[in-house]
């Protein structure tokens, strides 16, 4: 989606680097998800953010939410190899419940 | 608790029949949402049901039909089915439905159309 830009768009990283994805919207955003999907697989939920300034972790990955820039960011920290997959951004900028605009993706790939 | 079952997990169909998929939604979540991810388009949102009522329709043909029932269960239908309806077609579920919930999804149907 256009309204909703992901980058990069792939990522290849040596076992053990930092690494972040970010996801800018072009409307306001009013929810921020974050999910990692196998490919061809279903979409794991890892995190939701709500308000202006948020920010959650869970193990080594952190996401935060900088409204007034419309942006979140995802931060992998020591990457492992279990982190390969595709990461998605959804977000709600229709102030509809459950129809989220999804970015198109960023292919992550960590090399042992 | 088990997660939002998606069935069947793989199908292949031709051009001009229909199919139906079925999601079960995780226990207690009253919203379903059904989305379409192809490598074109990406995910795009087709529709969402809450209390068998659907409340948004993303913007794709009339051919491409949900409901859903008292339980929650929710199926879509895609009458005559075109080249361009392979995808994998991913469901969703919430416990209310409102701006601030959860949304976690199933496996999804991978269809294809020959």
């Known amino acids: 989606s256009q309204e909703l830009e992901q980058s990069p768009q792939s990522l290849i990283v040596q076992e053990g680097k930092n690494l972040t994805i970010n996801c800018t919207s072009s409307k306001t955003l009013y929810g921020l998800y974050w999910y990692k999907q196998k490919y061809g697989e279903g979409l794991i939920f890892l995190m939701m953010?709500?308000?202006?300034?948020e920010e959650k972790s869970h193990e080594k990955i952190t996401a935060k939410l900088d409204e007034k820039k419309q942006q979140s960011s995802l931060h992998i920290t020591a990457s492992q190899p279990s982190h390969a997959g595709i990461y998605l951004c959804g977000a709600d900028i229709l102030r509809s419940a459950r129809q989220l605009t999804f970015g198109s993706g960023t292919q992550l790939t960590v090399l042992p | 608790k088990a997660g939002v079952t998606q069935t069947p997990r793989y199908l292949i169909k031709t051009r001009g029949q229909q199919v139906t998929l079925s999601c079960s939604p995780i226990s207690g979540h009253r919203s379903v949402s059904w989305y379409q991810q192809t490598p074109g388009q990406g995910l795009q949102f087709l529709f969402e049901y809450f209390s068998e009522t659907q409340r948004n329709k993303g913007n794709f043909p009339g051919r491409f039909s949900g409901r859903q029932f008292s339980n929650s269960r929710s199926e879509m239908n895609v009458s005559t089915l075109e080249l361009g309806d392979s995808a994998l077609y991913l469901c969703?579920?919430?416990?209310?439905?409102?701006?601030?919930?959860?949304?976690?999804f199933g496996e999804g149907s991978r269809l294809t159309v020959l």
């Open positions: 953010l709500q308000k202006g300034g």
């Open positions: 969703a579920s919430s416990f209310s439905g409102s701006l601030a919930g959860e949304l976690f």
